[in-house]
């Protein structure tokens, strides 16, 4: 397949279409807009660069949106402007609201198709498409392939293997395929070397520093034999071709704007693309907000949002959004004072025009299943307000904090939803048709013939081998005779793909070829062929198969059947999210789970300052998830892991240090007693018990335990 399959070809940019419908009258796109919001959006195209810092709720998506629209109406052209964002769901939500600004605003009629902004992506997905573009010139393979993170990782588990790596005997204990991966990513994300960042991040792997470097040029060797990039080579593609003058002056003149969301999260590889593509700045427009930087373990830092306005010449302006229109203002309150005592940042002070409201809760509770118990009441009572159970979410800093919860939901039958887990492509059945487009389009991709050889019954590893050290030839390969039929019909599959290209029709081939197989290996067969169904409607939203590919793996719906429990009809749930996974979303009633020190902060990020300042924004990101209701829990206790199953074992936690005391008047607070633990003393003032008497007497009588008789002084009365 060649780059023009998946990418556009590169005539002259055609001009900026005639918003205007004749005889319809214009409208304003900024009606909608506050004064921030309105300074921002229509900041002068060609001035210098625009930084702004859009506080949580402050409505930075229709901000952005809007200054697409206005960049437009000026008369931009929307192929020439580069939206990039974190995620392709926010890329399309951004590029849907923008159009229909200017559909609005145009006074078009709803026939007329709102203008089309075809570089509206992430940066691995724009990396993507103009490496695609540049193949030919800088010597790679048109149809590369895209490694996601599972398949990167085998093929570094590959690579250790063949260096003698993973041989243990004798042999100091060396990182496993996984960490020797993120200690890669590490290195090329943040700019820093194998030394730097073995010493910061992986201590315990600093003696095997030589080894490392070898067994990344091996990685590297192995990548480019199977014309496979993984997620970080897109990136350092990127930024190479724009090293260099002929392929950056090309890059360059594609764009007149480049608009970049949740600058925060960036790492330092990214901000120097950034820049690289804008030397000066002019044409930039970053939003974000540093208050909101919680993505420190992807090798982002909110350092590269502090120093940008200092990288443009002239300096770039800094505009504001402080206006909140999701939380009440006694919520903003305590996340503003919670925010204010950053040690570095701008720490913007959030302001509402909603009524007042109920000032945020502090309940301390006996441990954690006296939490579980008062959130799950918490919630139920929510409901009966009015405020249904989606319209609720439970937050926590690492996924296993919310164990106790989830069986105390499953016993009160409340239906929820947890957020994190296997990811859409992970899953095996999806896996195996990826693999055979991904062959279809990558002859050298010997993960991916691998994968589809194994399905067929009758190729054991030994012919496996056999085929991928012939090269993977679908003709030369002679399968042993319990495979021919097999291996017949998956040769005429992926010679008829690479011959007779038709998409999406092409993935319709590789179901039906692989259903046989569905039904074979899985006793969930109908189920997961749901997620084929849902694979095949994502197809018909791309325009090639190289394009479905790359942008599937680089950025995969959520979830699968192949995790799903048993299907329930109910129309209402519970959210339970990490934090990290809640960035970006809103809920009426918000509960944030074991706001103890150990937990939040969390234990293994206490060892430097900036660290902990993450684990303060953190929960700086829960609190301004809440609209109208905030509670957050304290259980005292922890019971410890790893003890006999009858063993009581157990450690106290204070509240976390990001709530102190001088915070507290920004909080209600309560103690949630354990069911009977209130006594209702007798209102006469004589005491149930006599105890001191009982334990005065314990050793009367000739060394004998005394009992008092029923009815004598000391017994319990009646």
């Known amino acids: 397949m060649s780059s023009a399959d998946l990418t556009e070809s590169r005539p002259a940019m055609p001009q900026a279409p005639a918003l205007a419908c004749a005889g319809a009258p214009e409208r304003d796109e900024l009606a909608d807009l506050n004064t921030e919001q309105r300074a921002a959006a229509t900041h002068p195209a060609h001035a210098r660069a625009l930084l702004v810092l859009a506080g949580a709720g402050s409505g ?76 030919q010139h800088v010597g790679l ?98 930024w190479h071709l724009l090293q260099h003058p002929a392929t950056a002056t090309r890059l360059r003149a594609r764009f007149d704007h480049v608009l970049v969301d949740e600058v925060q999260d960036v790492n330092a590889l990214q901000s120097d693309i950034v820049h690289a593509l804008r030397p000066g700045g002019q044409g930039l427009t970053a939003v974000g907000d540093d208050a909101q930087a919680i993505y420190a ?64 809760r502090i309940v301390t509770v006996a441990d954690e299943a006296a939490e579980a118990r008062g959130v799950a009441d918490a919630v139920l009572a929510e409901r009966e307000a009015g405020i249904l159970l989606r319209r609720q979410a439970v937050l926590f800093r690492t996924a296993t904090h919310s164990a106790a919860l989830e069986l105390e939901l499953v016993r009160r039958r409340v239906p929820f939803v947890k957020y994190g887990g296997l990811r859409f492509l992970e899953a095996a059945h999806l896996k195996d048709v990826m693999a055979v487009l991904r062959w279809a389009d990558n002859p050298a991709a010997r993960g991916a013939a691998a994968r589809c050889a194994r399905l067929v019954p009758g190729l054991g590893p030994a012919s496996v081998a056999r085929l991928l050290d012939a090269g993977a030839d679908l003709a030369a390969f002679q399968p042993p005779p319990a495979a021919r039929a097999g291996w017949a019909a998956l040769a005429t599959l992926v010679q008829q793909l690479r011959d007779e290209a038709a998409w999406p029709a092409d993935l319709q081939r590789a179901i039906a070829w692989y259903q046989p197989h569905l039904e074979r290996l899985f006793d969930d067969a109908r189920v997961r062929r749901g997620d084929l169904d849902t694979l095949l409607r994502l197809a018909a939203q791309h325009g090639s198969r190289s394009r479905f590919v790359t942008e599937l793996t680089l950025d995969p719906p959520a979830a699968t059947g192949d995790e799903a429990g048993p299907p329930h009809r109910d129309d209402d749930y519970l959210v339970l999210s990490t934090l990290h996974s809640a960035k970006g979303q809103e809920w009426g009633a918000v509960h944030l789970l074991r706001m103890v020190d150990g937990c939040l902060p969390a234990d293994m990020a206490t060892g430097r300052a900036a660290e902990i300042e993450e684990e303060r924004r953190l929960l700086y990101v829960g609190m301004t998830r809440a609209k109208d209701s905030l509670t957050l829990w304290v259980p005292q206790r922890f019971h410890v892991t790893q003890q006999r199953a009858w063993g009581d074992r157990h450690l106290y936690a204070p509240r976390t240090r990001f709530i102190g005391d001088d915070l507290l008047p920004h909080f209600d607070q309560a103690v949630l007693m354990p069911p009977g633990g209130a006594v209702d003393v007798a209102q006469s003032g004589t005491p149930l018990l006599d105890l001191a008497g009982l334990l005065g007497g314990t050793w009367a009588g000739g060394g004998q335990i005394a009992h008092a008789a029923p009815g004598e002084p000391g017994q319990n009365r009646s």
């Not at 939206?83 to 709803?110: C, Q, V």
């Not at 030589?210 to 990127?238: C, E, I, P, V």
């Not at 590269?304 to 990288?311: D, N, Q, S, V, Y």
């Open 141 to 238: 393979a048109a149809g590369f392939t895209v490694l996601d993170r599972s398949d990167a990782e085998e093929l570094m588990a590959q690579a250790r293997q063949a260096q003698g790596l993973a041989e243990t005997t004798g042999r100091t204990r060396f990182p496993l395929a996984g960490t020797c991966l993120a200690i890669h990513s590490r290195c090329i994300n943040t700019r820093a070397t194998l030394a730097e960042a073995l010493r910061e991040h992986f201590p315990w792997c600093a003696l095997h520093e030589a080894a490392l470097s070898t067994l990344f040029a091996g990685y590297a060797r192995a990548k480019a034999a199977q014309h496979a990039l993984d997620f970080d080579d897109l990136l350092l593609g990127w």
């Open 297 to 360: 373990f992807r090798g982002a830092s909110p350092e590269h949002l502090r120093a940008l306005p200092g990288r443009c010449t002239p300096p770039a302006q800094v505009l504001t959004l402080t206006e909140n229109h999701r939380s009440t203002p006694a919520i903003l309150a305590a996340a503003n004072a919670v925010i204010a005592q950053a040690t570095a940042g701008h720490a913007l002070q959030l302001h509402s025009r909603r009524a007042d409201g109920l000032r945020p």
């Open 60 to 135: 930075k998506t229709t901000t952005l949106a809007a200054r697409v629209a206005w960049l437009v109406r000026q008369g931009g052209d929307p192929q020439r402007l580069l939206l990039i964002t974190f995620s392709r769901r926010a890329a399309g939500e951004m590029a849907a609201r923008a159009g229909r600004m200017l559909h609005h605003a145009a006074g078009l009629p709803t026939t007329v198709a709102p203008p089309h902004l075809p570089w509206c992506g992430t940066f691995h997905s724009v990396a993507a498409r103009l490496l695609r573009d540049e193949a």
